[in-house]
């Protein structure tokens, strides 16, 4: 029978463990993991601090008992794996706990320990009262420190997944926060645009949010950033992103990849044949940009923990390659996004358009019914849909695994316009927004009309173009952009002479519905410089 040794047990550890037993009844199954928890929800460690998990022995979901009595699996907490010895096909290990060292041979071993914080060198990086998140430890232990030392003021530093849930729990815990990104903007899958819908939401939440800034020196009760700013901080969390733990493999002498993580092959074998890497520490094939990449989510680490497993035993698994799907909760909206944004797709050279719409997340008559703001992009001139971002209060995430979906299968405009997805008005709208998109997309494509981008909107303005605000009088008169003259949908066909034929005119509303149709029926009656605002007066609001 096989002995396969496991470092980590959380995402990929338990996975390959558990998928190994139920391929093989007889196997020798052994996870090392040097924290005092395996099989955790890293997941949900930030909502410790604002109490929405308030007993943190619930972030464990299985114990080494567990393991051993339901699966036959050896979960040895507190052991640390220090070194790999491929010619004798063994690991020595260091217990924690009874501080010796001790030997365990293989047949297969598989790696999956992750990734380890990155700690910015700057003076005071290493106080008590800094931290990382990455386990159950240490989220107790932030919790603990500013409970009992009764911090008022704490300061998160990045503003990617973590920093951001972090702030948002610690702010919902009633702390004063302040968010400090380098960055132009938080949440990078998130184009520009679509992101100032998060800077708002945590500004209205009142998260003191500091971009296009960096961490410069902690002090006592204080950080000082880049620019000069002090910022009151009792206590500073570190979120400033994570690099893969590949020191076991280096050490090996397996091979590292390109972008700093384990190289594996399509079944996540490394160097070495007996060995498998999985998680946040290995490299994985981007199929959008057709180049390796690191993809640091739950979801893959398992899919991959699993594939590795039914390689050691003969099974074929096909390797689609990553797309990167990733969904957020924040004070009262959800956001998620799939696959290539905007400037990922520029960074590549991959030829593009992008369409920006505002519909409703249900019909407008239920409760709740409200905005859901969704980027489609597409690649020019294929129609071949490269990835979406949605942000609303409804379920954003459903309208992006849709199109998760249409991606993995190579999908088009074409094939996003004709999915029939459910409809209820409680739930949706009878034409989705992922349909509604592919088919704005696909006019945009097809040279049916034209639009401007809500970056360029600014310049229009300022250089006094011709834009028609196509919105009732009221809606107009409570607020619209300069030099825009209201000439609402329905009075545009008795004002038709107040419309220039001989220069562009560019055409907004409320969210880009009642300006589409003003566009239409304007070309239709031989107009040929007319343009459509993308994101209309609501994008445009929120953009600048
Ligand atoms: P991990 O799950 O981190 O497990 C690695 C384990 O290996 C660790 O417990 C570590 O202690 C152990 N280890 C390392 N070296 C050794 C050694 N030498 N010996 C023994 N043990 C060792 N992903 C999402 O998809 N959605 C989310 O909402 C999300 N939120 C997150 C929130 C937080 C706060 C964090 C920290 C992560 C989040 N993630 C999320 C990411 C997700 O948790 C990781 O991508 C996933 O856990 C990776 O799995 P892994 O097995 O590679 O590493």
Redesign the pocket.
Known sequence: FKKVLI???????ASAAARVRRLDERAEIIM????PHVSIS??S??YHLSGIVENSERLVLMNPEIFKNRYNIEARVN???VQINREKKTIIVKDLVAAKMYEESYDHLVL????TPIRPNVEGINSPNVFT???VVDIENINSYIKQNGIHDIAVIGGG??GV?VAENLKLAGYNVTLVEFANQVMTTFDYDMAQILHKEMIDHGVNLILEDGLAKLSDGYVLTNSGKKIDAQAVVLATGVKP?TR?AEAAGLEIGETGAIKVDHNYVTSDSNIYA????IEVYHRLLRKPTRL????P?QKQARVAADHMYGIPSRNMGVIGS?SIHLFELNAASTGLNVKQAKQAGIMHDSVYLMPGDKVGLMPNSNPMHFKLIYEYPTGRILGAQAIGKGNVDKRIDVVATIITMNGTLEDLKDLELTYSPMLGTAKDVVNHAALVGLNLLQGKYKEVKVSQVRDLIESNAFIIDAREQAEYEAGHFKNAINIPLSEFRQRIDEIPKDQPVYIHCRSGQRSYNMVMALQGLGYENIYNISGSYLGVNLYE
């Not at 470092?7 to 550890?13: E, L, Q, R």
């Not at 999985?278 to 520490?281: E, M, Q, S, Y």
């Open positions: 470092v980590g047990g959380v995402a990929g550890g090392f993991e040097k924290s890293n997941c460690l930030p052991q640390e794996v999956s320990p992750g990734a998140v990455r386990n997944f973590i849930e733990e076991l999985v998680g946040d520490a640091a989510l739950a979801g680490a990733s």
